[in-house]
């Protein structure tokens, strides 16, 4: 058994697409996964499954999503090494200790087209906000707060032309720690 962290984009925000955590962990229970584990409302499953590929996981969860829920929403599938890869090798904190507060991580659903990198790169400058681009994962520096910035799930969509959602320091980090129970 491996274990692997789904997230998912858009639940339980401003009454759209509402879930219920208990209900979301029964519909994973019923999938071939086990020790199921959800943490806050906003889409963050921590699951034990035979060794697959994400992108089959994340198809089976959005499948199962719409058929349950009767809506459909993005789903990221990690597993744990990669999100303690995402911890490990955070810029902001690697050289500049950054108040953790103010870090989130912009997960993509693939790496992005090399053409679009770097047109985002020559255009996308928001000071004081800052982003870093690593493979499928953003690093994003928010000094002001993530609700104040513009380096927002849409921005990085249209952008970068992949499936993006986002997960404050805190959350990252309660994720990994949910990996070892």
Same mark, same amino acid.
Request: proline share 4%; aromatic share 10%.
């Given at each position: 058994?491996?274990?692997?962290?789904?997230?998912?984009?858009? #639940?339980? /925000?401003?009454?759209?697409?509402?879930?219920?955590?208990? $209900?979301?962990?029964?519909?994973?229970?019923?999938?071939?996964?086990?020790?199921?584990?959800?943490?806050?409302?906003?889409?963050? #499953?921590?699951?034990?499954?035979?060794?697959?590929?994400?992108?089959?996981?994340?198809?089976? #969860?959005?499948?199962?999503?719409?058929?349950?829920?009767?809506?459909?929403?993005?789903?990221? /599938?990690?597993?744990?090494? $990669? &999100?303690?890869? /995402?911890?490990?090798?955070?810029?902001?904190?690697?050289?500049?200790?950054?108040?953790?507060? %103010?870090?989130?991580?912009?997960? &993509?659903?693939?790496?992005?087209? #090399?053409?679009?990198?770097?047109?985002? %790169?020559?255009?996308?400058?928001?000071?004081?906000?800052?982003?870093? &681009?690593?493979?499928?994962?953003?690093?994003?520096?928010?000094?002001?707060?993530?609700?104040?910035?513009?380096?927002?799930?849409?921005?990085?969509?249209?952008?970068?032309?992949?499936?993006?959602?986002?997960?404050?320091?805190?959350? /990252?980090?309660? &994720?990994?720690?949910?990996?070892?129970?």
């Amino acid at each position: 058994m491996k274990t692997y962290i789904a997230i998912l984009r858009g #639940i339980n /925000v401003s009454g759209h697409h509402m879930i219920k955590m208990a $209900e979301l962990k029964t519909m994973f229970e019923t999938l071939p996964f086990e020790n199921v584990r959800t943490y806050i409302q906003s889409g963050n #499953i921590v699951f034990d499954a035979s060794p697959g590929e994400e992108r089959d996981f994340e198809n089976l #969860i959005h499948d199962v999503i719409q058929k349950t829920f009767s809506f459909s929403v993005p789903v990221i /599938v990690l597993e744990e090494k $990669e &999100l303690k890869d /995402v911890r490990q090798h955070n810029p902001f904190l690697t050289g500049r200790n950054e108040d953790v507060t %103010k870090l989130h991580v912009t997960f &993509l659903a693939a790496i992005p087209n #090399i053409d679009h990198i770097e047109k985002l %790169k020559e255009t996308a400058r928001f000071l004081p906000d800052e982003w870093i &681009l690593d493979g499928k994962v953003i690093y994003l520096f928010c000094p002001n707060g993530y609700g104040k910035t513009k380096l927002t799930n849409n921005f990085f969509e249209n952008k970068l032309k992949v499936t993006a959602t986002t997960r404050n320091w805190k959350t /990252v980090n309660e &994720l990994i720690s949910m990996t070892s129970k």
